[in-house]
Structures are given as structure tokens and as C-alpha cells.
């Protein structure tokens, strides 16, 4: 395709694209994205409303069942995010114990489908706890869910000591993420599994500081972390203890209040800061963000989701975002994001908002010089290091001024990220599938700080040439399914090369347009890929990552191309 015809593709694509996003936008400014259902949240959501009520939630837990009946793939199994290839031992075993246990009979075609499954994909030592070792460790709670339900023995559990509470929060808080279910699971475990003298005089003093400690971090709306899963193991491990009545009522209102119309939940409710923050990145390819009108609420709806409170539960200080709220955390990607795009929108370096926001960046960078999303210096399960999470810091706080000279914070930043780039150049990153979107953040980290030519840069431009798929979108090769192209990671790259200065007409990026062209379905947006990591192995989709990026590669070509001389 010539150089013209595709510019004015790419144009009118990005005007549709616009036209969807502005048409999504809420009143307030802010937007809201849909992430895929899930089966293990519909399944513990399902399972939590059918023991606390089988009659009085009747057709919300038949409305759940069916939606997990609908969605059951040809193979027997349940997919991470709808009914997306492939399908996971772990989703089938969950799906499988909530059918078990509500309607055994009208699901039995179902669940003997799903036990094929299982038996075919050797379960048994996929799946941690079950037996053995095994490889991924995100469903370590799906023994106890199975025990709960009949379908094993319920004193072989996975032991999650209510006990942590006691430990040094600094030791405590490593866990981050999973410890409220460990708590409210534990709090079960040691009311209704065999424990020692000791271990029972510990399970009888933590038991109420575990209640307390997750009373202090539920929303306003009865959530945690705005996630149903977290609500759905809270419930489950609280009710069969018969202890914690406030904060099983409350995980009960947020499982109603979440609930879809089709009857699923979503691994999380959304990530609505993250997504507004997003559509700004976007939008400013195209237009003056600071004095569009539409925006005016937008910056003000980012201020207003600002923590101007410490997060005291692990001892994080006041000034971060959060992906969502009421009840989602303050952290350092999100934090980086708002921090980036309220530049953008035009608030001074002297705002009180990003003074504190860029203090509070810089008190939360580990001793290596990296950043996590909420604890500082640990290395346990998704809380750790991360190199996609630290090109976003170094990238923020170099939009505000910050110097990168020997020993700064940016300077020990880059530092790791050189540490930790891989031999061909790629970088990983703990919140997305696979090496594109560690390695193109990591490109635009050393672009935006004056470093586009250094040999890291040059590494990473090199890795994300190499693996462009034969289709002209990325990735090429794939560790966590499923196969084939994505809308993320192809404007991920396609950005990326742009900002480093790529030819806007050589053949890797015309191909990369064409692909996101070619892509753009009859509302004006894009298919969203199975790329977002919840846990070390738990995929899901959403819209409008998959639009927003999508939209911001298109526009940054479409300058690119007129600054060249090409504008028609």
C-alpha cells in the first residue's frame, strides 16, 4: 500500500476511533472500561450468594450458573477471560466446584465434560496444592475451594496462617496483593482445621486483628482491591468460620453491586483511573488536551482520585493513585500515569497534587533503584521489581524536570533497567504477558531521557524490529497464550519505534499501521488480546487498553508522517 492511501486510512481510522472514545467518556469526564469476565470470580461469586442465600439471590446465583454453562469451551474447560482460547486447568477447576456444589444435576453434562478436561491436562500436577509441585502458583486456593465443596478431602488444605498478622508488617506485607485472602482464608483454617496448643492460642490472638485489619482496608462500597474474586474468598473462608458478620455483609454488597447483567463478575471491577489516565495519552496525539472543554472535568475527576491520606496498611504515604476506587491501592504505575498526563492537562509543577505525587514516587523506589506497584523491596509473587512499572516513573518524573545525573533517582533507575534487559534486549514486565510491553517502555524510559542511542535503546529498538509478526503486528512469539496479534502489543511497539525516532515509512511501521488499520472493527475500535497479567499466569482482556493504545500508535504516525513532508 502507498504511503498516501494508508495515511488517509490511518486518518479516517483515528477519527472513528476519537468519535468511539469521546462517546464513552462519563459525565463527570472520567472514563470506564469493561474487563473480561471471569470464571473463577463468577464461580466464587456464584458459590458466596448460594450460601448466603439460596433463595432470596436464586436468580442472581442462576444467572451466574448460566453464564458459566454458556461459556464452557468445546473442550470441557473455561478460559481466563470469557470464552477466549485457550482454555486453564485452573478456571475449570473453580467453574467446576461451583456447579458441583449449586446444581449438580442440571450441570452434570457440564461437569463430566469438565472432568475430562481435567484429567487430559494432568490437573492434578498443574494445578499448586492438589499435589506435587507445579509450575504456576496464582490458584493455590483452589484446593481449599474444593474442600469446601466435597470434591476433596476438606482437611488437606494449603496452610495460609491467619498467624502472618503477628509478623512485622515490613515481613507482613510482602504478600501485598493476596493477603486479604489469605486472612480471611486463614481466619477459617484456624476455626475449623486441627492446630496445636500454640498455633491455636496464636490463631485465637491474631484472629481479631486479621477482622480489623480487613475492615480498615474495605471500601466504602464493601470491596478490596475492587476485585470479586477478593470478595468471594473473604465471604466464603468468613462465613464458614461464623465470624467477621460487617465484613460478610459488606463482601455480599460488592459481589451484588458487580454483578453483570449476563450473571459473570470480572477479575476486578475496573481499572477506571488507569483508563482515564490512558484516554488522555491518546487524545493528546490529536489535539491541545489543556484547552479542550471535554477535558476540563477530566483533570479535575484525576485530582479529586488522588490518596490524600496514607495507606497505613502497609505504610504508604499519602500522594499515590490507584488503578480504581473506592477500595483499589495506591501505586506506582498508575501514580506515574496520572502524574504524566496531568502535565498533559496542563496542571503547573507548583500544584500541591503533583509536588506530593512526585514526592511520593520518589520515597517508594527500592534500594535497587527500581520500582514495585505498593511495597518497597520485595521480591514475593507480583509485589516485586518491575520493569515495565519503573519505565513509567522514570518517564513521569523526567516530564516534571527531575535531573538524571550520576546517583539520582532516574540514574539508579536506568541502571537497573540496563541490569535487567535480557541478552537479546527484551525486558519483561510483572502486569503484562510475554516481553513487548517491558521492552517498548523500556525504549521510551531511555528516549525520554535523552538516552535513545545508548546501547540498551538500541537493544530494545533491535528486539522490537526482530519480532514483528509475519502479519506486521507483534508479538512473534508467544511464553502465555493465546497465539496470534495483538492490538496492545502492536501499538505498543509501533509507539515506541516512533518515539525512537523510527522512519515513519519504513516497512516494519507501515506494516504496523496497516495491521491497526486493518483491525479496527465497525465501531471504530479494537478487538482487546488476552495480555494483561493479574497473577503470574491469570490473563484478561480490556477494551479500552486495547483502544486507547491503539489510537495513540495511529496518532504519533500520523504526525510523524505529516512533520516528513508526506502530509497531503
Not at 467518556?25 to 470470580?41: F, P, T
Not at 498508575?334 to 496542571?347: C, M, N, S
Amino acid at each position: 500500500m502507498e504511503v498516501q492511501q494508508l495515511q488517509v486510512r490511518a486518518e479516517k481510522a483515528a477519527e472513528r476511533a476519537i468519535t468511539h472514545l469521546y462517546g464513552r467518556q462519563r459525565e463527570d469526564g472520567s472514563w470506564v472500561d469493561r474487563l473480561s469476565s471471569s470464571a473463577i470470580a463468577t464461580a466464587l461469586g456464584a458459590l458466596s450468594l448460594n450460601r448466603a442465600d439460596p433463595v432470596g439471590y436464586q436468580d442472581d446465583v442462576d444467572a451466574a450458573v448460566r453464564w458459566l454453562r454458556e461459556y464452557q469451551r468445546e473442550d470441557g474447560g473455561w478460559a481466563m477471560a470469557d470464552a477466549e482460547w485457550p482454555s486453564s486447568p485452573g478456571m475449570t477447576a473453580f467453574a467446576l466446584a461451583a456447579l458441583h456444589e449449586i446444581d449438580p444435576e442440571a450441570s452434570h453434562g457440564a461437569i463430566g465434560r469438565a472432568r475430562v478436561f481435567l484429567d487430559e491436562n494432568d490437573a492434578v500436577n498443574v494445578i499448586p496444592g492438589l499435589t506435587g509441585e507445579a509450575p504456576k502458583t496464582w490458584p493455590a486456593a483452589l484446593p481449599i475451594i474444593w474442600g469446601l465443596t466435597g470434591l476433596r478431602d476438606f482437611a488437606q488444605q494449603p496452610d495460609l496462617p491467619v498467624e502472618t498478622i503477628l509478623v512485622p508488617r515490613r515481613w507482613r506485607n510482602k504478600v501485598s496483593i493476596a493477603l486479604p485472602a489469605i486472612l480471611g482464608l486463614g481466619v477459617m483454617q484456624s476455626r475449623t482445621l486441627k492446630r496445636g496448643p500454640l498455633r491455636g492460642l496464636l490463631g485465637r490472638i491474631a484472629e481479631p486483628k486479621a477482622l480489623d485489619w480487613l475492615r480498615e482496608i474495605s471500601g466504602t462500597n464493601g470491596g478490596i482491591e475492587e476485585c470479586p474474586m477478593i470478595a468471594g474468598f473473604v465471604y466464603l473462608g468468613l462465613r464458614q468460620a461464623g465470624v467477621g458478620m460487617d465484613l460478610q455483609l459488606a463482601s455480599l454488597h460488592y459481589l451484588l453491586q458487580t454483578q453483570r447483567e449476563d450473571g459473570s463478575w470480572a477479575i476486578d471491577r475496573d481499572l477506571e483511573i488507569s483508563v482515564t489516565a490512558y484516554a488522555i495519552m491518546a487524545l493528546s496525539e490529536f489535539q491541545d488536551v489543556a484547552n479542550e472543554p471535554l477535558l476540563r472535568g477530566t483533570r479535575e475527576w484525576l485530582l479529586r482520585n488522588q490518596w490524600n491520606k496514607p495507606f497505613s496498611q502497609f505504610g504508604i504515604p499519602a500522594g499515590g493513585w490507584g488503578w480504581a476506587n473506592p477500595s483499589g491501592w495506591p501505586e506506582s504505575e498508575d501514580t506515574a500515569v496520572v502524574l504524566g498526563v496531568l502535565a498533559d492537562l496542563g496542571v503547573p509543577r507548583t500544584h500541591p497534587a503533583v509536588q506530593l505525587g512526585i514526592q511520593w514516587l520518589l520515597k517508594r523506589q527500592n534500594r535497587d533503584g527500581s520500582w514495585s506497584e505498593w511495597v518497597r523491596d520485595t521480591h514475593i509473587m507480583n509485589d516485586r521489581p518491575c520493569p515495565g512499572v519503573t519505565a513509567h516513573v522514570v518517564m513521569a518524573l523526567h516530564r516534571w524536570g527531575l535531573p538524571d545525573s550520576p546517583g539520582s533517582a532516574l540514574a539508579r533507575a536506568l541502571k537497573y533497567l540496563r541490569g535487567k534487559q535480557e541478552n537479546d534486549g527484551s525486558i519483561s514486565s510483572v502486569w503484562f504477558r510475554d516481553n513487548t510491553h517491558g521492552t517498548s517502555r523500556l525504549l521510551e524510559a531511555f528516549v525520554d531521557s535523552g538516552s535513545g542511542r545508548a546501547p540498551a535503546a538500541g537493544a530494545a529498538r533491535k528486539w522490537l524490529l526482530a519480532n514483528q509478526a509475519g502479519d506486521g503486528g507483534w508479538p512473534l512469539r508467544h511464553e502465555l497464550p493465546p497465539e496470534g496479534s495483538t492490538a496492545e502489543e502492536t501499538a505498543w511497539a509501533l509507539f515506541a519505534l516512533l518515539k525512537a525516532d523510527e522512519d515513519p515509512r519504513g516497512p516494519a511501521i507501515l506494516r504496523a499501521v496497516e495491521w491497526l488499520v486493518n483491525h479496527q472493527d465497525d465501531q471504530g475500535t479494537w478487538r482487546p488480546g488476552n495480555v494483561g497479567l493479574y497473577f503470574d499466569d491469570l490473563c484478561y482482556t480490556d477494551d479500552l487498553i486495547a483502544h486507547t493504545f491503539a489510537l495513540r500508535g495511529l496518532g504519533r504516525w500520523i504526525k510523524m508522517i505529516s512533520r516528513r513532508g508526506d502530509l497531503r
